[in-house]
């Protein structure tokens, strides 16, 4: 008979395991484990896994989305007990609320929170869940994690506790995401991309926070001279998405952009592009993909949200969420600042930086020194 575990127990709970920033900080924490703590994941939906979370224990709920899961109560808290969690991390607004609900036999209980505003068009149930968490914040978190300094600003500005919160920003491996010319030649190659061609990419999944619209609407805006495409990669990002395709056509760039769907070889993905665009209209807090995008070296474009501004190589390179416009002014500017031999000298600078702050094995031991905390082994 195998023996049983005698490490503490980290039981995450999260809406999805699907491709996202929070998740990909998830698969980060449990590859990081060491042997120090046992994390076992329920992932509230049916989505299937987009990242590795080997060493884990994950458990899919198979609940529906954009649904709050009363008639599945009963066996919610008797997975939960089943688990016998040290600490409960409860991740984004739905995880957090339930966490706060569900019996936890005494394991404290630890919020994150990977977003700043929430925008006319949010979901009824998604500002019903935000506000009843800012009533909870008070009593039911042990601490609140948010990923970047302006989401624990916005979020208590709209209620939530200020003692409890705290900020651990995400982080990622630099060595992993090192600009690399051979994966630059084979992704080229694959994607069909002439030498020449200006290649900007956004890596987003098709969602309204993510406005794929306005970037094919500030790309369509770009001088017609250089020889440039588009690479959209992420969930929906597909032929058969009637809506990215009409917003596609409208603006007559269809024919020069390249749609990639679901995408994991983000390295590769780095290299092959020219500029990075982060074109969201609300809600970013400190996206993962921008931290990827500046270890590979790669100028980058972003509206003015969340701290966008610490990744990009110039204040002009900054767009107004919502204005196609602005997005390609900005677009036009950092393309001035491509360079052909990556990195270059700003984008040196603002890696070695960035590095500081968020390298992926000083965040997960952050993490792990809070799960410590949170069942008194240290502190």
């Known amino acids: 008979m195998a023996r049983a575990s005698h490490r503490p127990v980290v039981v995450h709970l999260i809406p999805s395991v699907g491709q996202g920033g929070a998740e990909r900080l998830l698969s980060d924490l449990v590859a990081r484990s060491r042997d120090r703590m046992e994390h076992r994941i329920l ?29 599945a109560w009963p066996r919610l808290v008797r997975l939960l007990r089943e ?8 991740w984004l607004y739905h995880g957090n609320l339930l966490g706060a609900l569900l019996p936890r036999g005494g394991a404290r209980l630890i919020w994150s929170i990977h977003n700043t505003s929430l925008p006319a068009g949010t979901p009824a149930l998604t500002r019903v869940v935000n506000r009843a968490g800012a009533l909870l914040s008070h009593v039911a978190p042990w601490r609140i994690v948010y990923c970047a300094e302006p989401a624990r600003l916005l979020h208590e500005s709209m209620g939530y506790a200020g003692t409890p919160g705290l900020v651990i920003e995400n982080g990622v491996d630099f060595a ?12 080229r190659a694959a994607w069909g991309l002439a030498g020449d061609e200006i290649a ?34 992420g969930a929906g990002c597909t032929p058969d998405n009637a809506a990215l395709m009409a917003a596609l056509r409208a603006v007559g760039v269809a024919e020069r952009t390249v749609l990639l769907g679901p995408w994991s070889e983000m390295p590769g993905f780095h290299a092959a592009i020219d500029l990075l665009v982060i074109g969201s209209a609300f809600g970013e807090a400190l996206p993962m993909v921008g931290l990827e995008a500046a270890a590979s070296g790669l100028p980058i474009v972003a509206t003015r949200l969340g701290a966008a ?17 602005d997005l390609a002014r900005a677009m036009a500017s950092a393309l001035d600042a491509c360079v052909t031999d990556r990195p270059g000298i700003a984008a040196t600078q603002r890696l070695q930086r960035l590095r500081l702050r968020h390298d992926i094995d000083a965040v997960a031991d952050a993490y792990h020194a809070l799960y410590a905390q949170a069942i008194g082994l240290a502190g």
């Open 43 to 71: 992932a509230l939906t049916a989505t299937p896994a987009f990242f590795a979370y080997d060493g884990a224990r994950l458990i899919h709920l198979d609940l529906p989305r954009r649904r709050l899961p009363f008639g």
């Open 83 to 90: 688990q016998r969690p040290s600490v409960l991390h409860a």
């Open 176 to 187: 992993r995401f090192a600009f690399s010319p051979a994966a630059r030649d084979h992704w």
């Open 200 to 233: 900007i990419g956004c890596a987003a999944r098709f969602d309204p926070q993510k406005d794929h619209a306005g970037l094919a609407a500030a790309f369509s805006r770009l001088p017609s001279g250089p020889r440039m495409r588009l690479l959209l990669a």
């Open 309 to 325: 501004a610490t990744l990009v190589l110039d204040p002009a390179h900054l767009a107004a969420p919502g204005d196609p416009a």
